[in-house]
C-alpha cells in the first residue's frame, strides 16, 4: 500500500534485468499499489453484502455509532431487544421477492457485466503487449487510456462500494448516505466522494480486475507466490493512538494510562470522536476477516420463509461467473486474536492457481499456534508442503527484529494432499544461520534436513496439528518413540484429566492492583498483619510478586518506590522479616 515501495521494486526489476541492448520494460500493469487483503471478486458485486453491517461502530456495544448500524440492520430497539428488521433486511427482501427486476444498475447494460468488461479489459492489454508501441512511454499512454475507460473505471467504482460498505463511517451524517439494497450501485454524487475516501484511504485492491491476465476462465489464479508479509497483530492500540497527545504516555501503568485517557477525552476537542474512529476500523477489520467469505448469510425471515429467500438469493448468485479460486478468503483464520501474517497466508494460498507453489517467510506461530490450525489443515489435506525451514534471528538476519524472533520459511504447491515433508530447525545462539548460510539451506538441498510425515504431526498433537521442533533425525526418531508409547496430556486419559487456567496480571487485571494512595483515599489502614482494612471492615492484602521471595525466602526484598521494570526493591534483614 506504500507507493514509494512499488517504485523500489520496479527500479529494482529495472536494475536486476538491465541489458544494454534492451529498452526499459514497461511494468505499470504488472506491479500496482493496492491493500492485497481487502478487495471485491466478480461474482460478488453486484450482490449486496448484508454482513458488512454485524459490527460494532468503535464506541462499544452501547454506543451511538454501534446503535445506529444496529439500527441500520435490525430495526429499532424497544425495550432490551431489536424488532430485527431495518432498512437493510426489509429492502432485501423486496429484491428477492421482486425476482431482482425492481432495480437497475450499470450491469443491467448490454455488454457491461462485470466478467464481460473483465474480457474486454484483458482483450485490450493483450494488444498492448502485440501492438506497434514498443517504447515505455507510448506503453504507459495507451495503458492509462484503457485502465480509465469508462467501463473499466465504472466497475472499479462499483467494487469499490461493495467494499466501503464493510468499512462504512458510523456518524449520524454518512450513515444518511450509506447504500441499502434499493441504492445499491445507485448514482449518488455525495455517496460517491464518501466511497472514494474509502477507496483512496484503505486501497481497495480487486485482484481479477488488477490482472486480467492471470484469472481467466482457463486458469485461476498466479504460477508462484513469494512475500514477506508483515506480522501485526491487528486490533487497537491505545500507546500508538494517545502518545500523539501524550509524549509519555508509553511510560504510564494501565491505571495511570487510563486515567490519562479520561483526561483527554476531557480536556482534547475532537479526541473522543478520533478515537472511536480509530476502533472503529479494526471492528470492521475483524468484521470483514471473520464474515467476508459469506457476505450474504443473513436470515431475512424466520423458519420456511426465511430459508425459501435465502434459496433464491442463493441460486441467482449462482449465474455469476468468476475467475479465481471460488472459495475466497478469509475462511481460515481461527479464532485468536486478528494477524495480518495469518490473513496473507491465506491470501497468498487462495490468489494461486492449482500446481500453483509459494514461498513465503511467516512467524513460526503458522506451525505451531492453536490460532493457524485451519491453515495447517490446508496445507497438509490440500497442499504439498516441500519445506519448513525455521531460524532464530539470533545472527540478525533481520536487523529491525528483535533476535528472539523465530520465522519460518515455508514452501508449498497448491492441491493434492502432503505425505512427507522437509524441516530444519536452527535455534539458539549456537545454531541460528549467519544470512549467507539461509540460501544454501533453502535452495541447494539441505542434507541435514529432517523428514516430517502428517503422522508425526498429528502424533504430536492431534487436535491443532501443532509440530514440535526438533534439530536432529535422533531427536524425530526418540520424539516417534515416546508419543508412540505415551499418554498425552490432552488425550484425557483416566488420572491425567488437566484443567487449564490463567493467572492474574498487571495488563489485563489492573483494576485489581489499586495504588496506595487509591487505598488510603478511601480510608483503608493497615494492621500489625500487614493487612488494609476498610471503613467497613472488608480487607485488601499487599501485592507480592516473584522478586520479593526466592525459593529460601518468603521476603527477601521490600518494594521501595517506582513501577514496572523501573521499581526500586530493598533487601530485607533476617530481624525485619
Known sequence: INPLAVELARVSLWVETLDPELPFSFLDHKIKVGNALVGCWLNRVEDYPLRAWEREGGDGKNGERTGRIETFLKGEKIGN????DGIVKQEMRRVIEGRFLGVRSFFDEPGQKPHEIVESYRTQLEDLHRGATRTPEGQEKRYKSIEHSEPVRRLKELMNEWCAIWFWPSDAESMAQAPTPLTFHQESATRAVLVSQLATGLKFFHWELEYPDVFTSERSGFDAMIGNPPWDVMKPNSQEFFTDYDPLYRTYDKQKAL???????????????????YNAYFKAMSNWAGKVADPFDVPLARGKEGEALASSWAKHRLKRPVYADSEHPFRLQGSADLNSYKMFAEVFWNLMRPDGRVGVILPTGIYSDFGTKALRETLLNRGRIDLLYAFQNEKRVFAGAHHSFKQVALIAAKGGHTTAFRTRFRMGVGDSPEAHEIPDDLLRGDTRAMVFTPEDVRLNSPNTLSLVEVRSDRDLEIFRKIYTNSVRIGDGAPGWEVTYAREFDMSN??????????????????????RWIGPGGDYALPFYQGVSINQFDFSQKGWESGLGRSAAWRSISFDSK
Open 81 to 84: 431487544r431489536r424488532v430485527g
Open 509 to 530: 487485571d489492573s483494576k485489581l492492583f489499586p495504588p496506595r494512595d487509591k487505598m488510603e483515599s478511601e480510608g483503608y489502614k493497615p494492621d500489625c498483619y500487614g
Open 259 to 277: 486515567q490519562r485517557q479520561r483526561l483527554a477525552f476531557a480536556e482534547i476537542p475532537g479526541v473522543v470522536q478520533s478515537w472511536d474512529e
